[in-house]
């Protein structure tokens, strides 16, 4: 993790003094909850914004901070904070009652919303997370095949339950990841991003493939892109050989276009996850399949069939709240420009901080498409130019390499000049930013930059 820093960063004395009382409730956490956190992508040097309230694109801190924020509910608000229709749907049933532990109106409403936009969505059934939706989709996989085998990308993140935690950031090789079985990472296998030769020859050699599971605009929404030519390629390849096609859209779902990367590419998958968006930013997931594969979980066809099923529990499954939450949500993105305007705000976002790369020749560079925007700190001191940058053209190791000491600092010189990032990765751009984000944005991208150029030594172009 990041080294301990010099004392005489400047940049660090300005967030600690603008920060009194996350320091000391970072204190008091971390005598709580390890490392004082509850989610690893939070973790930030020395210690993490304490958030208090947030409207539209902005949030404040406990120390009375204002930020323009591209953290996003980690993706799942794509209307912004606190949109009036989400609130009052929440409200209007917060007041009718939370957990009625019966069937609800709310999901038979909810369920219909997704299967219109959905297209992998014949049937859907809800979880309370994307991790869960992963799990699940991978069980329907190997119910439905009869077989054992999930194929992979290295770096693509599909949650943290066993057969996902690792081949994302550390086991690129497949070994299990601490806490895990090597039993349950033997029975998947990992390629490299955009492999498809690879994947093909797994699906060729060793037949016991159930499925091939892919965030399907590249993982980490993009960091490292994928074509559509790949989903194409492996629409065909699982079909042929008998496997299915997993999309977890739980962030790309009603984001890159109201009905996910599927809809905007024509590539339908036999199984789609959801969560974050889907929710409204509320806790929340769902998996959209074709029937005969969430058949799997029906009573009466298995009966028919005389085949056993698969038990699907969970106390919060299309909770009261996350439910209005989400069919409000699903309502605005469907009949408004909500997926057009956030990923056409992140256009001139790239564009205005790549600029200014260039005018402080830094050969760092801003990529990505869609609502996201992701920072290329060029770890591997290539001679690019920010404004003709080529994502495609760079393997895993250039694109997720970092110097975590300096992004760590660029990170903090952001939050100093009021600009809260999705960890120091880059961010996701909600509906509701505008210009004037913008200009917030890039004055404190251009004054940041400054910042760290005084303290650390950036390379220049
Ligand atoms: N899949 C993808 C592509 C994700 O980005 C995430 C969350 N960042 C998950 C699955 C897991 O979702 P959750 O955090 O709701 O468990």
């Known amino acids: 993790m990041v080294e301990v820093p010099t004392a005489e960063s400047r940049i660090l004395a300005a967030y600690r003094a603008r920060t009194p009382r996350a320091a000391e409730l970072a204190r008091q956490a971390r005598d709580l909850i390890p490392s004082g956190i509850v989610h690893d992508s939070r973790r930030t040097w020395p210690y993490s914004i304490y958030g208090d309230r947030a409207a539209g694109s902005r949030k404040w801190d406990v120390d009375g901070n204002e930020y323009v924020d591209y953290y996003g509910g980690h993706g799942s608000l794509i209307l912004g904070h606190q949109h009036p229709k989400v609130i009052a749907a929440i409200e209007a049933q917060l007041r009718k009652g939370m957990h009625l532990a019966a069937a609800n109106e709310l999901e038979v409403e909810w369920a219909r919303r997704i299967q219109a936009l959905v297209p992998s969505a014949e049937r859907v059934r809800f979880t309370s997370s994307g991790t869960e939706a992963t799990q699940l989709a991978i069980r329907l996989a190997r119910a439905a095949t009869g077989r054992g085998r999930i194929v992979r990308f290295q770096s693509h993140f599909h949650g943290w339950h066993d057969q996902v935690s690792f081949g994302v950031t550390d086991h690129l090789d497949g070994t299990p990841a601490v806490g895990?079985?090597?039993?349950?990472?033997?029975?998947?296998?990992?390629?490299?991003?955009?492999?498809?030769?690879?994947?093909?020859?797994?699906?060729?050699?060793?037949?016991?493939?159930?499925?091939?599971m892919i965030e399907p605009i590249g993982s980490s929404s993009g960091m490292i892109p994928t074509s559509p030519e790949v989903l194409n390629a492996l629409r065909e390849l699982t079909a042929r050989h008998g496997a299915l096609l997993i999309f977890d859209e739980v962030v790309t779902g009603f984001r890159v276009h109201p009905g996910g990367a599927q809809a905007?590419?024509?590539?339908?998958?036999?199984?789609?996850?959801?969560?974050?968006?889907?929710?409204?930013?509320?806790?929340?997931?769902?998996?959209?399949?074709?029937?005969?594969?969430l058949d799997w979980l029906d009573f009466e066809v298995a009966a028919a069939s005389k085949r056993e099923r698969i038990n699907h529990q969970g106390t919060h499954n299309a909770h009261p709240l996350s439910a209005a939450a989400g069919i409000a949500t699903l309502d605005l993105i469907r009949d408004s420009d909500v997926c057009e305007r956030a990923s056409a705000t992140a256009a001139r976002l790239r564009a205005g901080m790549n600029e200014i790369l260039e005018g402080e020749g830094v050969p760092w560079a801003i990529y990505g498409e869609h609502s996201f925007f992701h920072l290329h700190s060029n770890p591997l001191g290539e001679p690019i130019r920010p404004t003709t940058f080529d994502a495609r053209t760079l393997t895993l190791d250039a694109l997720k390499g970092k110097d975590e000491r300096v992004l760590a600092k660029l990170r903090l010189a952001m939050l100093v000049n009021g600009v809260d990032l999705?960890?120091?990765?880059?961010?996701?751009?909600?509906?509701?930013?505008?210009?004037?984000?913008?200009?917030?944005?890039?004055?404190?991208?251009?004054?940041s930059l400054r910042a760290l150029k005084e303290e650390e030594a950036l390379p220049r172009m």
Not at 201 to 208: E, F, I, P, W
């Open 180 to 212: 895990v079985l090597a039993e349950v990472a033997a029975n998947t296998t990992l390629v490299k991003p955009n492999d498809v030769a690879a994947v093909e020859r797994v699906l060729a050699t060793q037949r016991d493939a159930a499925a091939v």
């Open 264 to 293: 905007l590419y024509g590539v339908v998958p036999d199984i789609t996850t959801l969560a974050k968006i889907v929710a409204g930013g509320m806790p929340g997931g769902a998996v959209a399949a074709r029937k005969d594969i």
């Open 422 to 447: 999705k960890g120091f990765r880059g961010g996701l751009v909600s509906a509701a930013h505008t210009e004037a984000d913008i200009d917030v944005t890039l004055d404190a991208w251009r004054r």
